[in-house]
């Protein structure tokens, strides 16, 4: 696959070819105290060919946090955060528009009880994209619900991620990238439920030896967050692409 082919490849959640993103996100102006919160989301992307009609295709989100104080005197916390897995079925031949349908499941993985909840949810989960000329457009969605477990610990989580890609014709595998995570935590009192965060990032499709690699970087700015929620975030990401 040349350079413009991988990068459309890696601008789809549910391209059919393995990869391993190692997504770093830095939020500034975190919490009460105004501190920094640091997230590696290790993200690996399986897809299994399931007939000549269908794929199925696994998606993992393994975070690791860095979380600071809330209060004075206390320490910062570093561990484990609730693992994430995504399944979606996905016909094998791409038509105009790209789809994949499944479920997720949160794992309760936590280290540490301040780094989410310790019991276990799940939800449904779609995405859907289509490829004009030098743009990729679409989008990922799916809402979370704990299963049971003790009020302090319940969740019910939305995420919406869309993504606005523009391959630049004269420049192959040089891209710009619109990919803003808005959530939504049903739980929190009005007012402090929505983060909708507003950027742009730029991404290179590069070789190390014969290992094609994505480099993204971006920088957004929640212009709607909760009190404590983070003011802007730094996103870089290395992702390792294993194509057929």
């Known amino acids: 696959m040349d350079a413009d082919a991988l990068a ?35 993200q690996p992307v399986v897809p299994f060919r399931v ?53 997720v499941v949160q794992a309760p993985t936590t280290t540490d009880s301040a780094l989410g909840s310790n019991v276990w949810g799940g939800g449904p989960t779609f995405v859907a994209l289509t490829m004009a000329g030098p743009w ?10 704990s299963f049971g477990g003790e009020e302090r610990n319940r969740y019910n989580n939305f995420t919406f991620q869309p993504f606005i890609n523009y391959n630049i014709p004269q420049s192959p595998g040089t891209y710009l990238s619109f990919s803003p995570l808005i ?22 499709i ?3 030896g014969a290992q094609p690699v994505n480099a993204l970087a971006g920088a957004y700015y929640n212009v709607v967050r909760p009190d404590i929620g983070p003011e802007w975030q730094l996103r870089f990401q290395l992702q390792l692409l294993f194509p057929r």
Request: aromatic residues 10%.
């Open 136 to 145: 990729v457009l679409g989008g990922l969605v799916n809402n979370i619900w």
């Open 8 to 42: 459309r490849s890696a601008q789809n959640p549910i391209a059919a070819m393995i990869s391993v993103p190692f997504q770093n996100n830095t939020n500034f102006n975190y919490g009460p105290n105004g501190h920094t919160q640091n997230i590696l989301n290790i």
């Open 183 to 204: 959530t939504a935590n049903w739980e929190a009192r009005s007012g402090e439920q929505w983060t909708v965060p507003v950027g742009l990032g730029a991404g290179q």
């Open 206 to 208: 590069f070789r190390i």
């Open 51 to 103: 007939n000549e009609d269908w794929n199925v295709i696994t998606r993992t989100i393994l975070p690791v946090i860095s979380q600071p104080s809330f209060a004075p005197g206390e320490d910062s916390t570093f561990g484990l955060g609730a693992v994430q897995f995504s399944t979606f079925l996905s016909p094998a031949q791409a038509g105009r528009v790209i789809w994949g349908a499944g479920a």
